[in-house]
């Protein structure tokens, strides 16, 4: 049993609250027990230099946690000038992971802009974000087909993602803060619905680990992400309702 | 009649969710119409350099905007490398109206920091900010108080703040973006429970205004923040029934 | 009796210096007491790329002290890295007092900048900018017109400022340094010649005040920016008869 | 056969250069391939503030090109004024991979920086860091020992770090830039001498992959991390015996 | 004859205001020409982290031009977020050459703040700025002694600093801005009291030059600046005497 | 005798390495004593923005030291977030010196951009960089040349460069690290195979010195410079001879 009561292979409870930014072509606030992140898509009709004239759409993500998402208060990047490497690098994994559920070639000369501010940090936002990012893309893709922008929604594969890792020498799915802090191997796992990998990032934080254990982990991981992608696939079929 | 049907001297519906972070000393969502702010206050043990061995504290607010808070997609101040003047200027207006509202001697040496993060933007963020500002911070106050840290809440006087202009040749309570974006005269008001001012920011933006139409606009700003300043004890109230 | 021996409704002695950077297309050295700025206006024959194509004109201002403007030294910003906010808030006020003074449309598609430059700083730095600013401008748009780039002068309306503010519980007009720092409140006016607003800011340094202080700081300010205007226009005069 | 002749499974061939900057106290020169990377370590008798007291050492690491490693020049970070995204994300799994190789308890209240300074660029520049770095910090610690600052050297594994990627369908060991550029999938792999992982990061380029393919990249990453572990003892050894 | 009725020996007029800042340590305007800086030297009672606790003094420098210094406005350094090189080169500098002026020695653990600021740039800045600052320097010096805080002023020699180049191919002292855009050499030099070189900074704009083109123009320096110290020496016997 | 065991007019033994970097269109490892620097020429086909339509070419140069070229590690700069001021004073001077030695009306509208990376800094690092930037520039056009871009190598003079200064009242030509550390005097020097001065830098680092001191160094300096134009010139004939 978990700090939290969890068995090792559950999932905390997970919800989608669709249209928390109404304004915005997609959002979604996604909770995974404590963890809270807004996610929103916006479109910007035009793509960055590099890709001018290639007939083909760009997607791209920032990341950021408010000051007191944190148990004690993180100092702003904004005020210390310049984002950090951990915020950096969890940016261009969401962009890398939602670009290769996308396809580009279908999207038209525009911009899909992905904003996942966490608001509520207990362990896992990166995986949050990716997973509730996926939402608002699909939603803001899903607006521009009805305005006749797009005659397809451009997607190859739904994704979502999700932490595992090993604990007290136990492989668990999911890891809160306090578990994360303790992990003796920490994994983010992104995969779609046919059970591909995206990416895979994982370290031994204390000690190496076995082949073995590697696949236990992925084992865990794939069924966390199936439950996943059905919870984002029953709140993107309450919007296409509406 | 207004663009969204409401009487010149009308405020917006505003609404205060307390504990909207929960693990921060303080925190509170402040709906003001479509204008959301998340404002968290958060306790540290130590004051700035300038001020150590004064046996006094500091209070001091960080602003910001999600990218998507407004209409269209604003760029992230961490990703351009610095503050706007508009967000420095924000956040030096809350920090200088909530130490006013305080009383410094009396905090010990330690700093509130305040943050308010908008996550969606109607006009009157900043005064938004300051209002549901006031509430964290006393939040944060009473928790000090009921752990034995404080004799006292040190608060001199409540604070609430609103913004008042005139749009088309009328003097309007509380404006909306749109309301704001089209106003002659913009002015921004903290005031105190004993109906005395704490800050009064006015600006021309098409045309200079005379003293007449000052006493109007600031007429209107006191019954508006009278009226702010209840829904705020109402909320404290509740919070410390609990 | 104030410490330097004027009435409360005294203002310093002011003195313009026209043509103190001779190539410059306007500039002032203005004295007040021993606050003195120089002023420069430079014309640009473009505009931001907002305004491109909308047959308007722009005029923004940028302030700054040198270091050893103030009693102790005080270290450059261009060393730091970066302008605190109290310098952006400052140019933020002089830009839109002077947009709010001229006639942006009949300015044509070019720009005027504004720097003022503190040379030694006792208090009121920025209401002795924006006075001296004034007369930089309207010098340039002078020139404008003898070349023949403009058929009139595209100013609206004189404008001039003056700090307020209550010292020892006594309303004074033109706070020094040391008053300044002992003000309880304190307030900068922007008004014009037609004796109305254009900004007003107003600060409760240490205590909130009531609507009737409020009358009798706007009262002095009135009576100062009324001299102020005055000697604008005698240096303005003086130089247009050369 | 591959591009250059290799098979599937080949190492390019792969060099080390101790003491290539002779006064570091570890240095060496990592050439595989066109890759080559200046590797150094150097001690300082002090650890970051967040470790003082704790009687442990750090290792940390810092990644950089000559601006033209690369076929065309790429521009310097010192001139862009930061560390791109990709920098800091390289650096931070190098430190990683470090310090999960060494035993930092037994390190002393000391730090190893780790330069790898890349001076010809042809894909795997971050995997022949992680290679060379670990020479240069045992040399460095070699040195500690030698001198009597510490009794053993304080390394619980070692650890060297390859690519592995599908290109054409077709899984290869070791890829060069322009098999890199051609990739569906890229991984880097940081393995031990008993064959655990220290690091795992892989990322679908252009497609999805399965745990069938996963595996068989795994293993061809064991097969030529091996290699390089024998590479790394030789030059280790060698410089042990002088 | 030159431009400007000069012949090619003679200095521009020279003229120092003491005093110019009436609170600092130690102030003077220069203005030689049209060139005109305001200098101003400040007291600090500490030395830099490097030298505490060597019982030794410290001198540096910063220099800086107004914006609309220059003919056409340039645009503010702090604006930018840093210096330019030339502006770093020329500070650079300044303190050397102070620092080589002064005994550090005998200054006691304290630093004196030197700063140039440009006004008016009409060439030759940076050495009207040496020969400024050094008056500036010594009345700080001065006031130091008359309080009781050194024995003796600590200066080992006087210096000055003047321009010369080859302008239409003939050598000339002290060159104005349109002399110096079509010079094809540039010299500023550094020299004592006793006709000795404490700096010079040789450029070929356009072409190379011989030895005994560098010969007369040193020559030229030498006289230029004898008569610059014999103008500082009036100043500050001036200043002494008061 | 120095401490080397060198005489005063003894160079150090001076290796040129071409074809260091060979995918650069110029490259070549410089080695000065212990002092080793990468220069390498990077070919743009445009110039800056102040250039376009000159139908002239630019040459500008970047210089840095790797962390670890120094005795102790020095902080990179790109962590810094900017370059030093001697970074930049360095950097301006290489340009300055090469645009001197080209002819930059016979070199197209494209832009040489020569890197000079310090891996082993033993003094004289700057005039090292000279020396070898030249060979790689050269190197670089003569490639033009040879694909038919250029008609004509524009060079209008060979130019070297090497430092010279008083050690212990002795003049010497080419100090090392220790010697330029004592030094009273430094200069550094870069001189045409004409025997004429390009740049000439002197800085009295710890006492004035007298013109009899200046020409003694400077005939040092001429002699070094050119046994290092036949160096080059040896390196350049056995690269154009394959």
């Known amino acids: 049993m978990r700090i939290d009561g969890r068995n090792t292979d ?10 928390f930014i109404p304004h915005a072509e997609g959002s979604v ?12 898509a916006s ?18 993500a920032e990341y950021s946690m408010l000051p007191r ?13 310049r984002k950090s490497g951990r915020t950096q690098e969890i940016q261009r994994l969401i962009g890398r992971s939602l670009r ?26 990166r995986t949050a974000s990716i997973t509730g990012a996926f939402v608002a893309m699909v939603q803001a893709m899903d607006k521009l087909v009805d305005k006749g922008a797009l005659n ?3 997607i190859r594969s739904s994704i979502a993602a999700v932490s ?17 802090a303790n992990a003796e191997v920490d994994f983010n796992v992104v995969m779609t619905d046919q059970r591909e990998f995206v990416e895979l990032q994982g370290t031994a934080e204390r000690q190496p680990f076995s082949k073995t254990r590697l696949d236990a982990l992925l084992d865990l991981a794939e069924s ?14 309450a919007m296409r309702k509406r």
Do not use: H
């Open 164 to 180: 595992v890792g090993i604990v007290d020498g136990v492989p668990m799915l999911d890891l809160n803060y306090e578990e994360d």
């Open 224 to 237: 966390g992400i199936a439950q996943l992608i059905d919870t984002q696939q029953q709140a993107l079929g």
């Open 69 to 81: 998402a944190t148990e004690s208060r993180t100092p702003r990047e904004a005020s210390l000038g």
């Open 100 to 125: 290769t559920a996308a396809n580009l070639d279908l999207l038209g000369e525009r911009t899909i802009w992905v904003d996942c501010d966490v608001i509520e940090a207990d362990g896992g936002t």
């Open 43 to 60: 479109v910007e009709e035009s793509v960055p230099l590099f890709m001018r004239g290639s007939n083909k759409g760009w997607i791209t």
């Open 29 to 40: 606030l996604i909770e995974v027990g404590r963890t809270r992140v807004i996610c929103t």
């Open 152 to 154: 397809t929604v451009p």
């Open 10 to 19: 559950d999932l905390r409870p997970v919800q989608l609250t669709p249209d």
